[in-house]
C-alpha cells in the first residue's frame, strides 16, 4: 500500500457517501424546503441567529469539529490493530454513520427552532433525559480535557524542538489581539506579520531545541532526578506493562498547559482565545494541506516517505497489560473516533451551525460535507503514522506529515517540527474551548448550591485541578478510549434523537436508527470493556504496590466510565419508550413558516 | 458565450474559496465581536427599557427619551433575552 492509492481511496469514498447515499436521504427523508424559513430567519438576532452563507459555514463548522479525533485516534488504532482495520473503519464509518450524525443533528435543530440536543430530549423524550444529558456532557468533557492535556504535555516534555514555536504562537496571537482590536491595525498585515513570525519561530525549533532540553533537565533537578508520581502502566515496555514515572518537566507543561487553557477561560475571548485560534488555524491548515498534497505526491517525488512501513493486520485482540482486554469490537470503534463518528459535531452542529443556516438546501452540505472532510483529515493521520513508523504514536504522526510536508522540498527536521506545532495547536484550540464551557457549566449547576463556584477564577481552577488529576493519575491509553467512548456515545445518544424525531413526524428512520444501534451497543460495551481494563490493569497493581494517586486517578476513571454508562442506558430506555410511543401515534408536525410573502 | 462564462466560473470558485477560508479564519471571530457588542447592548437596554420585561429600573420618562432610540433593537433583544438556554448554548 502506498499513499497515493490511499488519497484516492479517501476522495472516491468522499464522493461515494455523499452523492450516493447522503444526497438520496437527503432528498427522499429530510426533503429540505428551500421556502421553509429556518432558525436563522425566523429568529434573527444578528449574533447567535444569523443567516449565513453556505460556504462560510462550511469552513467554520469543519473548523470547529477539527481537533485532536481524527488524528490521535488513528494514531493510536493503527498501533494496536494495524493500518487496515483503521482504515476500514474509517472509510465505512463515515459513508454510513459519521456524516448521518453530523448532518441529521444540525436537521434536528433547524426544524425544531434551533433547539438544542437537550431541549429537543427534554421536549420529545422527557424532562428527566435533559438533566441526565448534562451529567453526560459534563464528564464526557473532562473526559477531553484529561486525554488532549496529557497528549499535549507529553509531546512538549519529549519533542523539545517544539515549545519554541507554540509559545512564539501565544505571544503573536496576544500581539494580533492588540493589533486588531487596539491598534486598529488591517487584517492582512496583521495576518502576515504574527503568522509569518510564527512559522520563522515554529522553523527555528530544531536550532533552540537544545534551550529546552537544559531546561527540562534543570526542572528535573529540582527533585534530584526522582519522579513525581510512578505507577504501573500496562502499555509501557511494549505493551507488556511496567512502571512508568512522570517526571516534574512532564508536570511543568502540563501546568503550562493548563495555564493557557485558565488565560483561554477568563480572560475576554478577544484579547487571547479568538486571536491565538486565529494565528493557530493558517499553520494548521498550511500543514494540513501541504501534508495531503504531499501524500499524494510521494510515490513520484519522495517513494521514501510513500510506502506504508507498520503491519497492516496485528490481531483481532492485542495484548495490553498483564490481563487486560483489547478486543477490535468495541474497542477500535471508540479508539478512533472524530474522523468516522463524533458526538462533538453533533454538539456543536445543533447549537453553533444549525442556528445560522440559511437555507434548509444548506444542511447537507454544511454538516455532511464538514464531516466528509474531517475523514480526510483523520486518513492523512492514518498515512503519516503508517509511513514514519518510528518512536511514539505521536512523534511517528510527526514524521510522517514531516515527511510529507518535505516532499515540497524543506528540509524533514523543519517539516517534522512543523507537524509537530500543527498537532500541539489543534489539540489547544480545542481544549481551551472545553475549559470555557467547564467553567460555566460548573457556575451554572453548582452556583446556587456553593456560592465560591459563581466565581469564574473558582470554577476554571475546579476544573483545571480535575482534568490534572486524570492527568497525573491514569494511564493514557483508557483516558483516550473512555473519552472515545464517550464521545462515540455522545454521537449515539444524537442519533437516537434524530430516530425519535424522525419518527415522530412520521418519516423514515433507518438511515438514523440503524448506525445509533452499532453506536449505542459498541459504545456501551467498549466503556465496560475500558473499566475492566483499568480494574484489573492500573487499579489492581497500583493498589498492591500502595501508590495512592495512581489508584484514585484509576478509580476516578472506573466510576466515570460506569457513570456514563448508567447515565446512557437512562436515556436510552427513556428514548425507547418515545419510539414506541411515536410508532403509535406520530406527532403532529408543526405547521413550516413560510420564508417569504 | 464560452469566454464570457469561463471569467464568471472562475471568479466564482475564487469567491467559493475566499468564503470557505473566511469561515475557517475569521467567522468565528466576528461573531464573537458581534456577541460582545449585542451583549452590552442589551444589558444598555435591559437597564433603560427593563419595564418591557417587567423589571422597572431606570423611571418611565427616562425611558421614555431614550425609547426612539431603542426601538430598531426591541424585538430582537426581548428574543435574545427571553430565549430559553442551557449549557451546551456556550459552545456556539
Known sequence: ?597 | MAGEDRPTRLGKLRSTFKDIVYGMASHEMARSALRTRASMEHLFILITMGDLLGVPILPPYYSLRLLPYVTPQISSWKRRMLRERDITDVLG
Open chain 1, 1 to 597: 500500500m502506498n499513499t497515493f492509492v490511499a488519497v484516492l481511496l479517501g476522495a472516491l469514498t468522499v464522493y461515494l457517501a455523499y452523492t450516493g447515499y447522503a444526497r438520496r436521504v437527503d432528498r427522499k427523508i429530510i426533503q429540505p424546503d428551500p421556502n421553509r424559513a429556518t432558525p436563522a430567519k425566523l429568529y434573527m438576532d444578528g449574533v447567535d441567529f444569523i443567516p449565513t452563507n453556505r460556504n462560510i459555514l462550511y469552513g467554520y463548522h469543519f473548523k470547529s469539529i477539527a481537533a485532536a479525533g481524527p488524528i490521535v485516534g488513528a494514531i493510536v488504532a493503527a498501533t494496536l490493530w494495524g493500518w487496515l482495520p483503521a482504515l476500514i473503519w474509517l472509510i465505512l464509518g463515515v459513508s454510513f454513520m459519521g456524516w448521518a450524525s453530523d448532518y441529521s443533528a444540525i436537521v434536528l435543530s433547524v426544524r425544531n427552532e434551533g433547539n438544542s440536543l437537550s431541549a429537543v430530549a427534554h421536549r420529545l423524550i422527557a424532562p428527566r433525559t435533559r438533566i441526565i444529558l448534562f451529567v453526560f456532557i459534563f464528564f464526557y468533557l473532562l473526559l477531553i480535557v484529561g486525554a488532549f492535556v496529557g497528549i499535549m504535555a507529553a509531546v512538549m516534555n519529549g519533542a523539545p524542538q517544539a515549545p519554541f514555536g507554540i509559545i512564539m504562537l501565544t505571544a503573536m496571537g496576544v500581539l494580533l489581539g492588540q493589533m486588531l482590536y487596539r491598534w486598529r491595525a488591517g487584517l492582512v498585515g496583521a495576518t502576515l506579520l504574527t503568522v509569518g513570525v510564527t512559522l520563522v519561530a515554529i522553523l527555528l525549533g530544531p536550532q533552540v531545541q537544545g534551550i529546552f532540553t537544559s531546561l527540562n533537565g534543570a526542572i528535573n533537578a529540582l527533585t534530584g532526578g526522582q519522579p513525581v508520581v510512578t505507577y504501573f502502566d500496562p502499555t509501557a515496555a511494549g505493551f507488556k506493562g511496567a512502571d512508568t514515572k512522570i517526571m516534574p518537566s512532564f508536570v511543568f507543561w502540563a501546568l503550562a498547559i493548563l495555564a493557557f487553557c485558565y488565560a483561554g477561560s477568563v480572560l475576554p475571548i478577544w484579547r487571547f482565545a479568538q486571536p491565538v485560534v486565529y494565528v493557530g488555524f493558517w499553520i494548521t491548515a498550511l500543514s494540513m494541506v501541504l501534508g495531503l498534497v504531499g501524500a499524494a505526491l510521494a510515490p513520484w517525488v519522495k517513494p521514501a516517505v510513500a510506502q506504508f512501513t507498520i503491519p497492516a493486520f496485528k490481531g483481532w485482540n492485542p495484548p495490553l497489560g498483564p490481563s487486560g482486554l483489547m478486543p477490535l469490537w468495541p474497542m477500535l470503534f471508540v479508539t478512533i473516533a472524530c474522523g468516522a463518528i463524533s458526538g462533538w459535531h453533533a454538539l456543536f452542529g445543533s447549537v453553533g451551525t444549525a442556528r445560522q443556516i440559511e437555507n434548509e438546501t444548506d444542511m447537507l452540505p454544511v454538516g455532511g460535507g464538514s464531516m466528509l472532510t474531517e475523514f480526510l483529515l483523520g486518513l492523512l493521520a492514518l498515512l503519516a503514522v503508517s509511513v514514519g513508523s518510528k518512536g511514539a504514536p505521536v512523534a511517528a504522526f510527526a514524521t510522517g506529515l514531516g515527511g510529507f510536508i518535505s516532499v515540497f522540498g524543506l528540509d524533514i527536521r523543519y517539516a517534522t517540527s512543523l507537524a509537530f506545532v500543527a498537532f500541539i495547536v489543534i489539540v489547544l484550540v480545542v481544549t481551551q474551548l472545553i475549559f470555557r464551557v467547564m467553567r460555566v457549566t460548573l457556575t451554572e449547576w453548582l452556583g446556587e448550591a456553593i456560592p465560591p463556584l459563581r466565581s469564574q477564577q473558582v470554577s476554571s481552577l475546579l476544573s483545571i485541578v480535575l482534568a490534572l488529576l486524570l492527568v497525573l493519575t491514569g494511564t493514557w491509553i483508557y483516558l483516550w478510549q473512555l473519552f472515545g467512548g464517550a464521545n462515540q456515545l455522545m454521537a449515539a445518544l444524537a442519533l437516537l434523537l434524530v430516530t425519535v424525531w424522525l419518527v415522530s413526524v412520521g418519516k423514515s428512520w433507518y438511515y438514523a436508527g440503524l448506525p445509533m444501534i452499532f453506536m449505542y451497543v459498541t459504545t456501551m460495551a467498549a466503556n465496560l470493556v475500558t473499566a475492566y481494563n483499568l480494574y484489573v490493569n492500573v487499579f489492581t497493581p497500583n493498589i498492591a504496590a500502595g501508590r495512592p494517586l495512581p489508584v484514585i486517578g484509576a478509580g476516578l476513571m472506573v466510576l466515570v466510565a460506569l457513570l456514563l454508562v448508567v447515565a446512557a442506558a437512562f436515556i436510552g430506555y427513556d428514548g425507547w419508550r418515545a419510539f414506541a410511543r411515536y410508532q403509535r401515534q406520530p406527532a403532529r408536525a408543526p405547521r413550516p413558516a413560510p420564508a417569504r410573502g
